[in-house]
C-alpha cells in the first residue's frame, strides 16, 4: 500500500543504497534545511496528501479509470470520474489502438508526451511492453522531428531549463526541482541534436527522451531522472527569426562565458546530490563534447553518450558479428566516414579491445583503424599562400560561421585522415592520423584499404553510394556495413540499398530503425545499432554499485554483456544485435557487468557487493505497475 504524498515517493525502494540517504523512511535533508544557519535562506518544502483533482491531474500518481471504488472514496473522487473502474491492461489496450490511428509519427509522438504528462504510470507500461513499436517515437527518428519543432507542440515545460540568466544562481535552480533522490542527469545545450545540427534550447526532447529510455529500458526511477538543457543561446539564423522560438534569441556564448556556465553547472550538480549523480552529456558539439569529457572525467561521474555509449554498443555489434563475418576483432580492418564524438570514439574503443587481446600497444591497433571526415579545401583556407583558417578552426566555429561559409560558398571535401594533414587537425583526431598517402574521398579509400568493415558516423545521409558498397562487396564475401548516423534521413545508405547493392551479402546495422528488406526472394533483417542498448543498462549498473567514477574497463564490460546475448537465432536472422523486445533483460545483465567491474576496479561504493548482480540489478528496476493506495 502506499500513501499518496505529493513530493516524496512513499512506499517504494529507491535505488540510492549510499550511506547519504537516511535509514528508516526519513527524508534525506539534501536541501540542507536541517542545517542551515539561522541567516541562510532555505527552500520552503511542504508535503501534502493528494486528493480529488489533485490526485487526478499529478501524473506520478494519478491511475485515470483504474482508481478502485475503495480508493475513489477515500481519495475524494465520487463523481470526478465516469463511474467505469478499468485495468490497466484495458487502459494500454485502448491508449496503442489510438495511437496506431495516427498516420504521422509526430502525432504519436505527441500522443506519448500527453500521456507522460497525465498518468506516468501508464506511459511507462505501454513503453515497455511495445518497445519496438514506440522507441522509434519517443527515440530516433521521431524525437528529430519533435526537436525541430519543439516550438510549437511545446506544451508543459519538461526538466531544467538552465540559461544565461541563471548564471550565478544554478544552484537554487537546481532547488527547484520537486524531486530529491535525483541519480542520474541527462544534459544537452542543443548544439548538435542527432545528425540535424543547432536546435538551441527545443534540444531539450533528447534528455526528456533518454531518461524515458532510462526508465522504460533500464528500470531507473522516473523520479531519479533528471533532464537539463543548457541555453547559451543558438547559432541556427531560423530559430533567432522564429517568434515562437523558446529560447535565448542570441548566438551562442562561446569559451570563458560558456565553460564557465558550464563549470557553475557541474559544480551545483554535485554539491545538490552528491558525488554519485550520474551527468550523461548528450548532443554537445564535438569541440565541446570531448573537452568537457576529459575536464569532469576525473572529478565527476560523468559519461558521454555519443563517446563512449555508441562504442560500446558498436564494439558489441561488431563482436557479435564476428561470428557471421569470421575472424577475430584485430584480424579486421576498419574505415570510418566521419571523425566526430562517434567515429572517434568506436574507433578508440575497438582499438582497446584488440590490444586488450593481442597485448600490442594502443598505437599499434589504432593502425587497423582509418577515417576520412570532411575538410575545408585547401584554396579557400589559404589566400595568396597564407593561411587563413585551420580545418579545426573552421570546425570549432562551424556552426558561427556557417552563414559566412554559405555566403562564401566554401566547400567541404573529404578526406581520410593522414600525417600530413596533422597540424590542422582537431587534438582528437590525431592519434587516427596514419603515415599514408592523402585520399580524397570515401570511395577511393575503400578501394585502397579495402576495409571488412565500413563504419558511417558522419551524419550526412546518403555518403554510402552504390560504388561504395560495391566496391565492399568486391573486396569482402560478408562486408559489414554499418550507417549509424541518426535520424532516418541522415542515415549514409538505406537497409534496402545495403542489402541490393551487395548483392545480399552485407550484414548490415543503422542507428534508426529499418523495417525487414526482401531481396531476390529472401527476408533480410537489420539491426539497430543505436546506444538505447547500453547506456540505460549501463546507468542502471553504475547506480547499483554505487561508483563514483566511469572507466573504459565499464564501456568494454557493457560491450562485452551485449554482444554474448546475441543468440543463434538472431544470427540465423543476419542479426547482430538481440531483440528490444528483451531490452529489460539485456539491461539487467549488463547493469550487472559494468557493477562487477566497478567492484573490480574499485569504483564502487555500495558494500557489501550483492552476491547475484543480475538478480539484484533485476530487484531494483521499476515497475509500471499501478500501486495500491490507502
Ligand atoms: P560530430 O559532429 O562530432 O562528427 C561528425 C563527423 O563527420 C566530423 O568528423 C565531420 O568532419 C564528419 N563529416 C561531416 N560531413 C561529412 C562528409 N560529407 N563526409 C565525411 N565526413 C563528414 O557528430 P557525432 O556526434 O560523431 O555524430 C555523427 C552522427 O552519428 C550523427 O548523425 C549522430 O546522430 C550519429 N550517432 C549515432 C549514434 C547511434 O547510437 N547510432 C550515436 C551517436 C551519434
Known amino acids: 500500500m502506499e500513501s499518496v504524498l505529493k513530493g516524496v515517493r512513499g512506499g517504494e525502494c529507491v535505488l540510492d543504497l549510499s550511506p547519504r540517504s537516511t535509514v528508516g523512511g526519513g527524508v534525506e535533508d539534501i536541501y540542507g534545511e536541517d542545517c542551515a544557519t539561522e541567516d541562510q535562506l532555505i527552500t520552503p518544502w511542504t508535503f501534502s496528501v493528494a486528493s480529488g483533482c489533485s490526485l487526478l491531474r499529478d501524473p506520478q ?37 489510438s495511437i496506431r490511428q495516427y498516420e504521422v509519427p509526430l502525432q504519436k ?50 526538466g531544467l531549463y538552465i540559461s544565461l540568466k541563471e548564471k550565478g544562481k544554478i544552484l537554487e535552480v537546481l532547488k527547484n526541482w520537486p524531486e530529491r533522490s535525483v541519480q542520474v ?27 524515458a529510455l532510462y526508465t522504460a529500458l533500464g528500470g531507473v526511477r522516473p523520479s531519479s531522472c533528471l533532464p537539463v538543457t543548457i541555453d547559451v543561446g543558438t547559432n541556427n539564423e531560423k530559430l533567432l527569426n522564429d517568434e515562437f522560438y523558446i529560447g535565448l534569441k542570441q548566438k551562442r556564448a562561446t569559451g570563458k562565458e560558456y565553460y564557465d556556465l558550464l563549470h557553475e553547472f ?38 558521454n553518450d555519443d563517446i563512449q555509449g555508441t562504442a560500446s554498443v558498436v564494439l558489441a555489434g561488431v563482436v557479435a558479428a564476428l561470428k557471421l563475418i569470421g575472424g577475430t576483432l584485430p584480424d579486421h580492418k576498419f574505415l570510418f566516414l566521419g571523425a566526430g564524438e562517434a567515429g572517434t570514439g568506436i574507433a578508440e574503443l575497438i582499438a582497446l579491445e584488440m590490444s586488450k587481446q593481442t597485448k600490442a600497444p594502443l598505437e599499434e591497433s589504432r593502425k587497423r583503424i582509418y577515417l576520412v571526415d570532411s575538410k575545408v ?12 583558417f585551420s580545418d579545426s578552426f573552421i570546425f570549432n566555429n562551424f556552426f558561427t560561421f556557417d552563414s559566412i561559409f554559405l555566403n ?166 543476419g542479426l547482430t544485435y538481440p531483440s528490444l523486445t528483451d531490452i529489460r533483460k539485456i539491461s539487467a545483465n549488463i547493469a550487472a557487468n559494468v557493477a562487477a567491474k566497478a567492484y573490480e576496479l574499485g569504483l564502487a561504493t555500495r558494500l557489501p557487493r550483492p552476491e547475484n548482480l543480475v538478480k539484484y540489478a533485476e530487484s531494483c528496476m521499476y515497475s509500471p505497475l499501478y500501486r495500491n493506495y490507502r
Open 61 to 97: 500518481y494519478n491511475k485515470g479509470l483504474a482508481f478502485t471504488e475503495k480508493e475513489r472514496d477515500a481519495h475524494y473522487l465520487r463523481g470526478l470520474l465516469p463511474p467505469t473502474v478499468s485495468s490497466q491492461e484495458l487502459q494500454e489496450k485502448k491508449l496503442m489502438n
Open 109 to 158: 509522438y505527441v500522443a506519448m508526451m500527453d500521456l507522460q504528462e497525465r498518468n506516468e504510470r501508464l506511459f511507462y507500461k505501454l513503453l515497455i511492453d511495445n518497445v519496438e513499436e514506440l522507441l522509434p517515437v519517443v527515440y530516433t527518428p521521431t524525437v528529430g522531428e519533435a526537436c525541430q519543432k519543439y516550438g510549437s507542440i511545446f506544451r508543459r515545460p519538461q
Open 185 to 211: 542527469i541527462v544534459v544537452t545545450d542543443g548544439e548538435r541534436i542527432l545528425g540535424l545540427g543547432d536546435l538551441g534550447t527545443q534540444g531539450m526532447g533528447i534528455p526528456v527522451g533518454k531518461l
Open 266 to 303: 557541474m559544480s551545483a550538480v554535485k554539491q545538490n546530490y552528491g558525488e554519485k549523480v550520474l551527468v550523461q552529456f548528450e548532443d554537445f558539439a564535438n569541440h565541446n563534447a570531448f573537452e568537457l569529457l576529459a575536464k569532469y572525467g576525473t572529478t565527476h561521474l560523468v559519461f
Open 377 to 388: 579545401v585547401e584554396s579557400v583556407k589559404s589566400f595568396h599562400g597564407k593561411l587563413l
Open 408 to 573: 562564401y560558398s566554401f566547400v567541404l571535401f573529404q578526406g581520410l585522415i593522414v600525417s600530413s594533414r596533422k597540424n590542422s587537425l582537431q587534438h582528437f583526431k590525431k592519434p587516427w592520423a596514419h603515415d599514408h598517402e592523402p585520399v580524397g574521398t570515401l570511395l577511393e579509400a575503400v578501394k585502397i584499404i579495402k576495409p571488412t568493415v565500413l563504419v558511417g558516423t558522419s551524419g550526412v545521409g546518403k555518403t554510402f553510394t552504390k560504388e561504395v558498397i560495391e566496391a565492399m562487396a568486391l573486396n569482402n564475401k560478408i562486408p559489414l556495413i554499418l550507417a549509424l548516423s541518426n535520424p532516418t534521413s541522415q542515415s549514409e545508405c538505406t537497409a534496402e540499398e545495403a542489402y541490393t547493392w551487395s548483392e545480399g551479402r552485407a550484414i548490415f546495422a543503422s542507428g534508426s530503425p529499418f523495417d525487414p528488406v526482401e531481396y531476390n526472394g529472401k527476408v533480410y533483417y537489420s539491426g539497430q545499432s543505436n546506444n538505447a542498448y547500453i547506456f540505460p543498462g549501463f546507468g542502471l549498473g553504475i547506480i547499483i554499485s554505487g561508483a563514483i567514477r566511469v572507466h573504459d574497463d565499464m564501456l568494454l564490460a557493457a560491450s562485452e554483456s551485449l554482444a554474448k546475448q546475441v543468440t543463434d537465432e538472431h544470427y540465423a536472422k
